[in-house]
């Protein structure tokens, strides 16, 4: 299973963008590329996700690399709300191998007003 | 449509008790995991279920239990706790396609004495 890598923390002024890093180098052909945030002691709760081509939806973009070895989640516009632990994983959505997924530390974000 | 139910939300237990935590979804979803975070730390991996009757080790399932006897619960049982095992324990739930990300509970938080 591949592992990520990303930095501890960023900071981020609030409505600026917040590019967080992650890199997957040992990502496989069937492995997607998700990305989960967790508020407080919350349970974490899913952005997006992708497998080879840039995604956007209502709350992030997810750019990944050609190589796909990395990839940036973008949050647009952040806000003080967008304070956060940030994690990126890599994981087969299916099959017998669908539960194999690890969480890193994850990136705590924090926006400053 | 509540989502991923976690019961109990808070419990203490004394070294050598034993306990079940229950997870419940609604969402019919196929695939169900436990994960215990500790202070400061990620998510790791317990076990996880890929279908009713079945169940698999995660990345630390020792000293842990689980029953998927229905599709929608997923019960993680300890025999005998230990205090290494305080920590805030998490279940997720998920389709088996791409498509979407976990859907998690809003935590158990286990204190052994």
């Known amino acids: 299973d591949a592992k990520t890598t990303q930095p501890t923390s960023m900071d981020c002024a609030e409505g600026r963008a917040a590019n967080l890093p992650c890199n997957h180098s040992?990502?496989?052909?069937?492995?997607?590329v998700y990305w989960y945030r967790q508020i407080h002691s919350q349970g974490p709760q899913y952005i997006i996700h992708?497998?080879?081509n840039n995604e956007t939806n209502e709350m992030a973009s997810l750019i990944i690399t050609e190589d796909r070895k990395s990839s940036t989640l973008i949050l647009p516009h952040a806000t003080l709300r967008d304070t956060a632990v940030y994690y990126c994983?890599?994981?087969?959505?299916?099959?017998?191998?669908?539960?194999?997924?690890?969480f890193g530390d994850g990136t705590t974000l924090t926006v400053k007003p | 449509n509540a989502g991923v139910t976690q019961t109990p939300k808070f419990r203490v237990l004394k070294t050598g008790q034993s306990m079940t935590l229950l997870c419940a979804q609604d969402?019919?979803?196929?695939?169900m995991y436990w994960y215990r975070q500790d202070p400061g730390m990620g998510l790791r991996l317990i076990h996880y279920?890929?279908?009713?009757?079945?169940?698999a080790k995660g990345e630390v399932p020792d000293g842990y239990n689980v029953s998927r006897l229905k599709k929608q619960n997923f019960l993680l049982g300890l025999e005998s706790a230990a205090p290494s095992q305080t920590s805030v324990y998490f279940c997720?739930?998920?389709?088996?396609?791409?498509?979407?990300?976990?859907?998690f509970g809003s935590g158990t938080r286990l204190t052994v004495v």
């Open positions: 040992t990502i496989s052909g069937n492995e997607y």
């Open positions: 997720a739930s998920s389709y088996y396609r791409e498509n979407y990300g976990y859907t």
């Open positions: 969402m019919n979803h196929e695939y």
């Open positions: 992708g497998l080879k």
């Open positions: 279920s890929v279908g009713e009757g079945t169940t």
């Open positions: 994983i890599v994981r087969v959505p299916f099959g017998t191998n669908a539960g194999k997924s690890t």
